[in-house]
């Protein structure tokens, strides 16, 4: 079983238009990380969120984190086609040190 | 600044040969991952070192992989004999682990695609 459950598995969209991402787990985590990993290359770190129910942002991406520390959220606003990739959601769960990631969302940006 | 740094890029075998991916992670971490990705399951952590030393390998397959890590600036994964169920795309990771409730942040190579004939 996933430790962290993200869905959809799959989106596509028109440019100009907006879309969430959802990360879920049953555990509590000390802290979740989402990536970003384009064809061909390793995943690269968006943004750590430490604080149940913190908001963070990265220009048109807001990311939140539950209030319970078991979820996240990624929510992007009038996408754009370098949006295009597969976004990963990682955490640390409470009582271990091992950094689980999520299958990840693969998001596609149409022009 | 250099970053993670994975050879071979990509490697085509036949199965039972012997594969040896290479990693250099960033200078100054202290902490080495080495994952596999798959369609199917997603990104998995097959071990890690902090200060060069194996701290969990419970995500190692089977015998069939080892891991080593000399120095800090070079490990190896090693599959022996290898099988068609061990194509992936193989990332290594370094980070500088740090105390506290925050997760560092992981740098990844570019992956290693291997594919067992």
């Known amino acids: 079983t996933q430790l962290l459950e993200q869905s959809p598995q799959f989106l596509s969209i028109q440019e100009g238009e907006n879309l969430t991402v959802y990360c879920n787990s049953s555990?509590?985590?000390?802290?979740l990380q989402w990536y970003r990993q384009e064809p061909g290359e390793g995943p690269v770190l968006l943004v750590t969120?430490?604080?149940?129910?913190e908001v963070k942002k990265l220009k048109r991406l807001t990311f939140q984190f539950g209030d319970a520390r078991k979820d996240s959220s990624l929510h992007i606003t009038a996408a754009q086609p370098g949006d295009t990739g597969l976004y990963l959601c990682a955490g640390v769960p409470y009582g271990n040190n091992r950094l689980a990631f999520g299958k990840g969302n693969q998001v596609v940006v149409i022009p | 600044d250099a970053g993670v740094i994975q050879s071979p890029r990509h490697e085509v075998t036949e199965m039972g040969q012997e594969v040896t991916l290479r990693c250099k992670p960033i200078s100054g971490h202290n902490s080495l991952f080495w994952y596999r990705q798959t369609m199917m399951r997603g990104l998995e952590l097959l071990i890690y070192f902090n200060n060069n030393v194996p701290i969990d390998d419970s995500g190692m397959p089977e015998d069939r992989f080892s891991a080593k890590m000399p120095n800090a600036s070079f490990s190896t994964l090693k599959i022996q004999p290898s099988e068609p169920r061990d194509s992936a795309v193989y990332f290594c990771?370094?980070?500088?682990?740090?105390?506290?409730?925050?997760?560092?942040?992981?740098?990844f190579g570019e992956g290693s695609r291997l594919t067992v004939l």
């Open positions: 969120v430490v604080t149940g129910g």
């Open positions: 990771a370094s980070s500088l682990a740090r105390a506290g409730r925050e997760a560092g942040e992981l740098f």
């Open positions: 555990s509590v985590f000390s802290s």
